[in-house]
């Protein structure tokens, strides 16, 4: 039994999980290339004319998977955190860091591709909604994250500093999720859901699914290839890192 | 996409025009996706020169130890 516990410990010390990031990173973003071609060939050949919208609809195939991406990093962003708050790992930390802007920029997406998508539809590129509003306060938690975490020289206390303010911020991931239902919102209800039929032709929900996934491992791959720059600066002065054969020549 | 592809690309477009005139929505449309493109390739730009910056401070930390030992 206490062999699990030790096999799993290993990878949270970052000089293992260094060359397990960097062997994984790779897959992660080769399946993102062709998950991204595949989703794209379905958003604009094989998902068909939209009655009401037109061809202006098609942004839902960026709009909906970058906005999803932004709430559910921000909760994997917060977990690791509050990990790392809690247990004192090293590691830990270095991953909310890792993934905080990728989210930010997920958010900036979902907000942007919105506005493009408002002003055809609505009429206006921006409301004070509670939908946009909400999401607009979502981007300025991970950036408010990365700054305060950048403030504060030493970086363990950064680290948990910015872990409050992470947690904190969840609050508002459901206050997203729901505020279509809570409020009287301009923006149009949740594009899948788990309790009813979908509402919307299958080829326009699986390149959704398709290019939410192309995301998510686009996603997976940047926080890699994040997190082992992070080791690299922060453990440059061990003996792990300076005896690497890429830091060697 | 001139050509007509077994799935029918077809249905949507007939012409490349077409497909890049996006119904007349093409500044919507390829707003959004050029936008989502120019981002990702940014931050693997960026990934890229952290992880160079990141190898160099290591090296340097290296130099300054084998010096002073």
């Known amino acids: ?249 | 996409m001139d050509t007509a592809v077994a799935g029918g690309s077809d249905v949507n477009w007939g012409s490349a025009s077409e497909f890049f005139a996006m119904g007349g929505y093409a500044f919507y449309v390829w707003g959004s996706f050029v936008t989502a493109a120019v981002c990702l390739a940014v931050e693997v730009a960026l990934l890229r020169g952290r992880r160079r910056n990141a190898l160099a401070l290591v090296h340097g930390e290296r130099m300054r130890n084998e010096a002073t030992a």
Do not use: C
Request: glycine share 6%.
């Open chain 1, 1 to 249: 039994m206490s062999n699990g516990i030790v096999h799993w410990f290993r990878f949270a010390s970052p000089q293992s999980f260094y060359p397990l990031a960097g062997k994984m990173a790779p897959w992660f973003a080769a399946l993102a290339g062709l998950l991204g071609a595949a989703g794209l060939w379905i958003a604009f050949f094989v998902a068909p004319t939209d009655a009401q919208q037109g061809e202006s609809y098609r942004i839902i195939f960026v709009h909906v998977p970058a906005a999803w991406m932004s709430m559910f990093l921000y909760v994997v962003m917060a977990a690791w955190a509050g990990l790392g708050l809690v247990l004192n790992t090293r590691l830990s930390s270095m991953m909310a860091h890792a993934i905080a802007p990728t989210g930010a920029m997920f958010a900036f997406l979902a907000l942007w591709t919105g506005a493009l998508w408002g002003r055809p539809t609505w009429g206006t590129y921006w409301v004070w909604d509670a939908r946009l509003t909400s999401e607009l306060v979502l981007f300025f938690l991970y950036l408010g994250y990365m700054s305060l975490n950048a403030a504060i020289d030493d970086p363990r206390r950064g680290d948990r500093a910015s872990a409050v303010l992470a947690l904190v911020g969840v609050l508002n991931v459901p206050i997203i999720y729901f505020s279509v239902q809570w409020w009287n919102t301009l923006h149009q209800g949740a594009s899948v859901s788990l309790v009813r039929a979908p509402s919307m032709a299958a080829t326009m929900l699986t390149g959704m699914l398709v290019m939410a996934l192309a995301f998510w491992m686009y996603s997976i791959a940047a926080a890699l290839a994040r997190v082992r720059a992070i080791m690299l600066e922060r453990e440059a002065h061990m003996q792990w890192t300076q005896q690497l054969p890429e830091a060697v020549t």
